[in-house]
């Protein structure tokens, strides 16, 4: 999957009509309370490996919907994601605070920082949240074709991207990295030259794989589809390095003893960013306003704090 997506956001001006969501409303949405967000710390990482489905067409086209600032069929806000990418969507099989129902996989719900910052959309168009689990990949056509009303789902607006769907502003930000087996020779690696040669892995059909040319001399190996598949590969020893992004450093590190971040010399990594971003079908500005204007009301310090705690619980 990608990921793509943490650095400060800066947060859109807001004008006086515009609709707020206060600060403990966006943390009851989030099922966060001040004092768990006081006691925060990251413990964990990557969930399991996503899944590709599909699901019933027959619910109304958000492609097809009228400019009029409605989504879908007004009612439920499906929200495709892979549910296989902590911190930002997993899936868990009982219901709390902080999920949403996986409407396509019986008894299943979804957790994350994408449906933390999803809630807060549905509510601001009067809509109740469902996730839709599919593959990375499928999501831009399945939006397309009208089997969700919204992506949600760690993705970053490409230029590629953008000439298929519209994005809003992105509401998170991160960066790239790689991770190596402890005792690789790479473990002291300080710059992307010293990957030169290397055989490094990223996941199919995101920035996680594009950013992997900008290793000089590197074996870009064929990507795979998902994160998880990554580290398992990387833990078998079929690649030397795996990119990742660097703002869930901690919980992969914890989930994955035997791993290593490289340590790269200022100015000598990736100098790419990542945003996460939601995605809708095109036409649909009047929409795409009132997602920018729920978004743009959540501050930068509680999106870090939400996501921190997305992090402190996702699974291992």
Known sequence: MTTDSRTAITNATQDEKRQHVSRRDFLKLSGISALSIAGMTVLTACGPAAQSSTTDNSSTSSASASNDGTLGDGKTLRIGMEAAYAPYNWQVSEASDHTIPIQNVSGAYADGYDVQMAKVVADALGMEPVAVKMSFTGLIDALNNGQIDIIMAGMSATEERRQAIDFSDP???????????????????????????????????????????????????????????????????????????????????????????????????????????????????AVLAKINDALATVSTDERQSVFDACVERQPA
Do not use: W
């Open 171 to 285: 509401y998170f930000e991160g960066g790239f990295g790689l991770l190596v087996k402890s005792d690789s020779q790479y473990a002291s690696a300080t710059s992307l030259e010293d990957f030169s040669g290397a055989a490094v892995l990223g996941q199919k059909d995101t920035m996680l794989d594009d950013v992997i040319d900008d290793i000089p001399g590197v074996n870009h190996l064929t990507p795979v589809d998902s994160v998880p598949s990554q580290i398992s590969q990387l833990n078998q020893g079929t690649c030397d390095a795996i990119t990742f992004n660097t703002e869930n450093t901690d919980g992969f590190l914890r989930a994955n003893p035997g791993l290593v971040a490289v340590q790269f010399a200022e100015g000598k990594g990736f100098t790419e960013t990542v945003p996460a971003n939601a995605g809708i079908a095109k036409g649909q500005d």
